[in-house]
């Protein structure tokens, strides 16, 4: 499926193979593709995991056989536990930019497809697995002990401005202050209540 998703990109058979073990496409017969994420052990986002987000994203809305999209996680209790911290550890100052342009260019892309999107988080979805939750048009979030929100304050890290601003957009100023301020991950339950 995913090679259907992807056709017209001919990327490298490596790059093909990368991008398959990270994400599985299935195409339903309503038209709704399945985008499922899968990089052990927490689907941390590093660069190749960016890229390959942004390139299947855009190739299903090229695609006419889609009409809508669900994100989802293959990994048991999280969606996506965020960046790949291990990607800004004592990177040069290039490697630095071209993992911000990707992510970057990853929100924008699932936050301005042209298809509806919507997310199915049936794990916890912690700073920047909350960022790509909140990309997606319809957020649905699983009960149990799974936590939502941008904790970055909590790591001594202040969340990008784009990351609020898409937080703002999603629960209003009110919310996203008390929750930024605090770096607190909510519930279910309580993202329901302010529409996270």
Partial sequence: MLARACRGLAPSLAGRRALASMFDVEVGAAGVATLTMNRPPVNSMNRPFLEGLTTTVRE??????????????????????????????QASEENMRAFWVALQEAWLTLYECSLPV???IEGSAPAGGCLLAMSCDVRVMAEGPFVIGLNETKL???????????????IGKRHTEELLQRGELVSGEHAHRIGL
Wanted: hydrophobic share 50%; aromatic share 10%; proline share 4%.
């Fill in 118 to 120: 919507a997310c199915a």
């Fill in 60 to 89: 299903l809305e090229r695609s006419k056989e889609v009409k809508s999209v669900l994100l989802a996680s293959a990994l048991p209790r999280v969606f996506c536990a965020g960046l790949d911290i291990t990607e800004m550890y």
């Fill in 156 to 170: 001594g890290i202040v969340a990008p401005f784009w990351f609020m601003n898409t937080m703002t957009n999603t």
